[in-house]
């Protein structure tokens, strides 16, 4: 009987080990609680101080976790037992996000900082009248370049990228979207094209650019620029501010042919468990002070038109970063292309990584 009670209690021991350690795991993994606020963020993306700040203001504890890419965020929310209170997806993956159910509709009663949002950047196409997303920041895709190294060169084009000049001094973002994009608009098409044709003709163009690719890489692409481990590189012009306030030798244009204007907004997916917590949070972010100091720090531009009154004057008028309404119009916002076009995307750019080898 002795041998059974203490069987019994060390299997009860075990269980209990057990599910504490469940509990710590679904902790780390996004599971929060009243007291808790789960934020699901692009990496490098948000001032730190900021989440201090707002963990004493809010009485909530931050669990702040990253993903590298869209795609990435969207199947970690589709798949589920995963809790996130607030995510930043990019326009065409809250486009995508609202047609799969993921997201909830956003109470801009809850929200009485939205009024500092420049109206440019709302009721966007993605999200007319912004009903399941909030602007956090937006930017362009273009071309960091080191004219010191190019002999006093300065690019303008896209097609400027296949000069023999450049040949292995190039590092490009690892992002089908953007490299099959500026293929396509290097030939003069949308970087939203379906035409199998031309993509197949972007493509093909694509590969006789590899002797000038010296790598195709992720957020390292900032410090081999910024180290001069090449001359050039194809980012996104927050990443181009980080760079070049490492290294004043570079700068940073958007090609003449025309790029991407992107938008990234702060949403609630359908599985939050702390829905109040995440409006505290928008609207923490939406407060101009904040807003201003988060785009200093990060170095992407801020939609929040007061925030954009506080900055200083050498990032508000830099019009790199900044650039004037009749440029942006020219630019093009990634669409929801389907999951089958977003596959054939992939593939594209899988076939161009894989003839560098």
Request: no cysteine.
């Amino acid at each position: 009987m002795k041998q059974l009670v203490r069987m019994f209690v060390a299997v009860f021991v075990v269980a209990f080990a057990l599910m504490y350690g469940v509990h710590l795991l679904n902790s780390s993994e996004g599971y929060a609680g009243s007291n808790t606020l789960t934020i699901y963020n692009w990496g490098d993306y948000i001032d730190p101080d900021l989440i201090t700040e707002f963990e004493k203001e809010s009485g909530l504890k931050v669990i702040y976790q990253t993903f590298d890419s869209n795609e990435a965020m969207m199947t970690k929310i589709e798949q589920g037992g995963t809790t996130f209170d607030v995510s930043v997806p990019s326009e065409y993956a809250i486009s995508k996000m609202k047609e799969e159910n993921l997201l909830l509709p956003i109470d801009h009663s809850k929200l009485p900082n939205l009024a500092h949002i420049d109206e440019r950047f709302l009721n966007l196409s993605f999200d007319p009248d912004n009903e399941y997303s909030i602007p956090y920041f937006w930017g362009t895709v273009g071309i960091v370049y080191n004219p010191s190294m190019l002999d006093g060169w300065q690019i303008k084009s896209w097609n400027d990228l296949w000069d023999p000049r450049l040949r292995n001094q190039i590092l490009l973002v690892d992002g089908a979207r953007e490299v099959i994009g500026f293929g396509l608009n290097s030939l003069h098409y949308s970087l939203n094209d379906t035409e199998e044709a031309h993509l197949q003709e972007a493509k093909n163009k694509l590969s006789t650019l590899t002797p000038n690719v010296k790598a195709i890489v992720g957020d390292e692409i900032k410090m081999l620029l910024a180290n001069e481990e090449a001359a050039v590189g194809v980012v996104w012009s927050g990443d181009a501010s980080e760079i070049m306030g490492e290294n004043e030798n570079l700068d940073y244009v958007v090609p003449e042919e025309g790029s991407n204007l992107w938008f990234d907004n702060m949403v609630i997916p359908k599985t939050a468990r702390n829905i109040e917590g995440a409006y505290k949070f928008m609207n923490f972010m939406l407060d101009p002070e904040h807003a201003a100091q988060n785009a200093e720090y990060v170095g992407y531009s801020t939609p929040n038109k007061d925030a954009l009154a506080l900055l200083p004057e050498d990032i508000s008028g830099d019009e790199r970063f900044y650039p004037a309404p009749e440029l942006t119009e020219k630019l093009e916002v990634y669409r929801n292309l389907g999951k089958r076009m977003l596959a054939h995307y992939n593939e594209l750019f899988l076939e161009f990584k894989m003839h560098r080898k």
